[in-house]
């Protein structure tokens, strides 16, 4: 008896998106793992009178308003990746990028920044008929865009950062993420330049697309009117950011200078982002009390610090969730402003 060539191919459907729903489900279940661990490896070291003394004693209206510092943020964020839309020929208001830069708030709660954040703004930007080549390569070119401003913002302060960690495992981190950053960007100002090159000398198809894309980043970033918007945005965030902190630190009664907390907290976060928990947690509370305690916070003080922190990004996150029920698919179309 003949099988029917049509349920084959149904079934061979149906057992890859098993298979494919067993894989998500495996990582969702890791990355909650490797979440607990960590938080559990923290825990235990820690004093809970002194990390509930700490809370208490917090100033609950300076900690409510630290969400609102998110607005410049934002905005900041939003005027980036304007000028990496106009360097790719394409026009994006400020007022359309800031509303997918708030609703990719919500998304990256739950994902990695390149998953949520990032395959957000990818993934409505199709729904709105935008080529799919565009839409990643506006994405990407935006996220490299940050990484560069954030390792200028790294290496800008890193004589001062060193000056003030001693001599230990961060110092060599931070020496570390400066180094590696910077051999990045080189290698990516090297692919770029050699794109004829190396599309006359190899027909492997990734290597050409990445080489084309690093030629057309460099390109985009040559532009000196939008190279200057895209650093001063992207020191402009990671100072919010490292206020943001300093901002909560002083809310808790932790003595830190604000020049510390913008020496540190770049580094830090930057460190947080590897994608290997839930939403950040875990892993950035380790970080925070590895690097804030060179700056003299108590793992106690520290962890108040980096809970805070994680609750205001929930905060906005959830601001985030509720415009995305609230907009209508139009809000978020390219091209000018009717």
Known sequence: MEENPTEIMMTVQIDDSSEKRWQNGLKFGTKVAITIAILTAIFVNVEYEELFAILRRSNAVLLVMVPLIAAPTIFLDSLRWTQVMKGLGEHLSLLTASRYILVGWFFANFFPGFIGFDGFRAIQMRRLNVPTELAIRSVVFDRLSAFVSLLVTILLLLPYTLSILPDGAFRTVAIGVAVFGTAACLFLFILGACRDWINQRTKRNLIQQIANQASDFLTIFGQPQISLS???????????????????????????????CVAIIPISLLIAMIPISFGDWGVREAVFVFSLGNIGFSLEEALATSICFGLYRLTVGAIGGLAWLAMKREHFALGKPT
């Open 230 to 260: 895209i650093l001063a945005s992207g020191f402009g965030v990671h100072l919010m950011r490292a206020t943001i902190v300093f901002v909560i630190a002083i809310a808790l009664s932790i003595n830190v200078s604000i020049i510390d």
